[in-house]
T-cell receptor
């Protein structure tokens, strides 16, 4: 266990559905992230929240909508997705420091999403 | 922008040593990290280099040359459980600006 829990582990949804992915971290970290992992592609950073404020949005389509209600929880709301959105969605957390030195990231097990 | 290159696949024999290379192009470089990911699992942090040189952690070592924009992960005394994908990642300020490589799939054979 990494201290980062994602639910559900697997999700199949139609293109007209609305669903949400949930991430919870029990590490007391101040930053949380959503990544997309597709086959034979690098991990793609989607969103970053630091101290519950969104600080990064890497040109992600609006059909993906993140929400961070507190420092321990992160959601990714999905609606009208496309088949090419099928991928593993990973949540991560870290403790970012003011001196900008690296801190390791802790990843959840991911949600395997299939859009049909 | 930032980009990283690493080999897509490497095969090595159990008990041997393997080196996985990573070259990068980035602005505002802070450090190079390595992550391991088993099939179906989450990426897990292995090491971080901010300064030139070799960092050793048990059977794994990581090297960085900032002048060459190059680093590598060295795995010694390979075990079957080391079969996994290994990602290098460059950071440009805390963890928030981390860019990952495409990963190297390591297969350890008997």
């Amino acid at each position: 266990e990494t201290g980062v829990t994602q639910t559900p582990r697997h999700l199949v949804m139609g293109m007209t559905n609305k669903k949400s992915l949930k991430c919870e971290q029990h590490l007391g970290h101040n930053a949380m992230y959503w990544y997309k992992q597709s086959a034979k592609k690098p991990l793609e950073l989607m969103f970053v929240y630091s101290l519950e404020e969104r600080v990064e949005n890497n040109s992600v389509p609006s059909r993906f909508s993140p929400e961070c209600p507190n420092s321990s929880h992160l959601f990714l709301h999905l609606h009208t997705l496309q088949p090419e959105d099928s991928a593993l969605y990973l949540c991560a957390s870290s403790q970012d420091r003011a001196d900008r030195t690296n801190t390791e990231a802790f990843f959840g097990q991911g949600t395997r999403l299939t859009v049909v | 922008g930032q980009s990283l290159e690493q080999p897509s696949e490497v095969t090595a024999v159990e008990g041997a040593i393997v080196q996985i290379n990573c070259t990068y192009q980035t602005s505002g470089f802070y450090g190079l990290s390595w992550y391991q990911q088993h099939d179906g699992g989450a990426p897990t942090f292995l090491s971080y280099n901010a300064l030139d040189g070799l960092e050793e952690t048990g059977r794994f070592s990581s090297f960085l040359s900032r002048s060459d924009s190059y680093g590598y992960l060295l795995l010694q005394e390979l075990q079957m459980k080391d079969s996994a994908s290994y990602f290098c990642a460059v950071g440009s300020g805390g963890y928030q600006k981390v860019t990952f490589g495409t990963g190297t799939k390591l297969q350890v054979i008997p």
